[in-house]
Structures are given as C-alpha cells and as structure tokens.
C-alpha cells in the first residue's frame, strides 16, 4: 500500500522553469556538481525511534486529525499508516545518531545563498500496520538532488531522503520526503507614509491550484469558504477534491462566521522572517490551529496580541490581511483583550 500528500506548498512544482533564463545546463553548474557527490550517502544510520509505539501518541494524532476510523482503539488497535514517519522524529532534541553528510549538504545549500527551506512533498509505502509496543529503527538515504529549478517560490535545489523503517528488525514501510532549498524571491511592500522607512519583504503568494482556486477567490473578495460534501453534507477544511467521510467528488460551500478559537498553537522564533511578524522585524509570532465556530480548523497567525499571550481556548475573530496591491490572507485577532 502507497501513499503520497503535498506539503505546504503543494504545488511548488508548477512554478518549475518559469523564467528558465535563470536555470542553467548541469554542465555549467559547478555547484550541481558537489551536490549530487552527496546522493547515496546516509541521512540517518541505525536509527531508534524514541518511543514505542503507543496508544496516547495514536490517541492525538487521531483527535488532531478528527480521525475516528475505529481501527485505532480499542485492544486490537493499529497505528494510522500515516503516522509512520511520526514514529521517527527525534523531537526538539533530536537525534544523536543522525548522519553527518545531511547536515553537511545543508551547510552547502545555505554558504551559496539558498537559506530558505520548505516541504514540498512525500510517499510512503506501507508494508504491515504499525501495533502498540512496535520498536521502530530506520536508516535513511539522501536519494537524489535535482537540477537547479526555478519554481514560483525561488530558485533552489530539490532534495529527496528515502527513511527505511523497521520493527523490530523486519521492513514495515518506506518514506520518501522531498525538499526544495531555495533563494527566495521577495517582492519588495511600498510602506506609506515615510520615505525613509526601508521596503521591507512581502509575504510570499499563496500557491493557488484546481483544487483550492475557490477558497483563494473567496479570500480575495473578504469571505472564508468552507467546502461541503454534496452527499453526506460533512464540512471540511483544507480543501480537497472528495470527501473524508464517504469519498463523495460532490461539494458545494457555506461562508464561515469568522468566530473560533484557538485549538492549538505554536510560537515561530528561527529562523526570522520580517514578512510574517507584525513588527516587520522578523521576531517571534505565533502560529496557531484555529477551530472555527463552524467545527472545522485551519492554520493561521494570530495578531492584535503579543506572542507570548496566546493561549489554547483564546476567542478571536476573522480578518483578512493586505500583503500586497492584490493579495490578502485570512487571519484572525484575538477577541479576549490582549491578555488571553
């Protein structure tokens, strides 16, 4: 069994060869060439999962997801496929077997100008389900380094990692996760109203594809769109082509009220980027899962309240944010008097 999702911005390969006058022939790329020296070499050598498999790990994910499949409780309960590169993270702390070449090939990338990281995709392939008391181990392989690409976001290097992972020593599935390091391409924000105040950088456009070009033309004209299903009539967030529940292709949408609260949150500290602070001084701000009043979430910055102020259970409201002549972002200000 195989299965594939797009990363945050799940089209970045759309953009590939847009303006090709700034790609260049492998031949002429002496950079290309130091890079691909690093394919076959280890990411991650005998690797251990810091935990076992568990069931309150299994427990969040499955709330986080709103993934009731009762394969996944009760004394027969298996791990979701999915979570099968969870199993692996070495968490804040990380781990002390990773390999050497991994960061070495990012320390590359980084000296030659292309600092900016982001996931563009991943497959997995599963071999048998995952169980409670499973001990994971896994080597991974840096599989292949692409041609430098131009896509949408900036001019970079895609990188893909293969992870072999294992239980108790047999094969149990396979993870392939992709990455494209690239030089960002800002587009400069004009400030109004001083002169002398340096143009600082703009937030990068949404990547808009076939199966989100309705949310992004309802967020241009003020409204958040939120899909439902035709036939069960369940509502859902992001959007996609079918239904969750019962694999429905039909849908229509209903306008969110703009109320929600705060699920869950994280705070951004590194590395600084200007564009997504509200200061522009690229400090940190916080990025929260917001459950709208509606029932379903969405990921988005929460402002109008310092970032060490937010708190799970905050109530905030819907606006919408100018980040250029023609685009806008939803995001949501916190409606508990700045103190959460």
Not at 14 to 37: H, K, Q, S, T
Not at 79 to 102: E, F, I, K, N, V
Not at 171 to 184: A, D, E, Q, S
Request: proline letters at 8%; charged letters at 25%; one cysteine or more.
């Amino acid at each position: 069994m195989t299965a594939g999702h797009a990363g945050a911005y799940e089209d970045v390969n759309e953009g590939v060869n847009e303006g090709a006058d700034e790609d260049v022939n492998e031949g002429a790329d002496e950079l290309y060439g130091r890079l691909r020296a690093y394919e076959g070499r280890p990411a991650a050598t005998a690797g251990t999962g810091k935990d076992l498999v568990n069931e309150p790990m299994i427990r969040h994910w499955c709330e986080a997801m709103g993934d009731t499949n009762p394969a996944y409780t009760g004394p027969d309960a298996i791990a979701p496929p999915t979570m099968l590169q969870a199993w692996t993270m070495g968490g804040l702390s990380g781990h002390t077997d990773r390999s050497g070449p991994y960061d070495e090939l990012f320390a590359l990338l980084d000296g030659a100008g292309y600092t900016a990281v982001v996931a563009t995709d991943c497959e997995q392939e599963y071999l048998r389900p995952l169980r409670p008391g499973d001990r994971i181990t896994f080597d991974a392989v840096i599989e292949t380094v692409s041609a430098r690409k131009t896509t949408k976001l900036g001019t970079g290097y895609f990188v893909t990692t293969r992870m072999d992972v294992r239980a108790q020593g047999a094969p149990v599935g396979t993870h392939r996760f992709r990455i494209l390091k690239y030089r960002p391409k800002y587009r400069p924000a004009k400030e109004k109203g001083n002169a002398k105040r340096p143009n600082r950088a703009a937030r990068p456009d949404p990547v808009v594809n076939r199966d989100n070009a309705g949310f992004w033309e309802g967020v241009a004209a003020g409204r958040l769109l939120i899909q439902r299903c035709g036939a069960c009539a369940d509502l859902r967030f992001p959007w996609l082509p079918g239904c969750n529940t019962c694999g429905s292709p039909e849908w229509e949408t209903v306008e969110a009220s703009g109320e929600g609260t705060v699920f869950s949150y994280v705070v951004m500290h590194h590395p600084p980027f200007p564009a997504f602070s509200e200061s522009g001084e690229g400090g940190p701000y916080a990025v929260a899962l917001i459950e709208l009043a509606e029932g379903v979430r969405m990921v988005s910055n929460v402002v109008g309240v310092p970032y060490d102020k937010v708190r799970v259970g905050m109530p905030v409201r819907l606006e919408f944010l100018r980040t250029g002549p023609e685009a806008q972002l939803p995001v949501f200000r916190s409606s508990a008097g700045g103190e959460g």
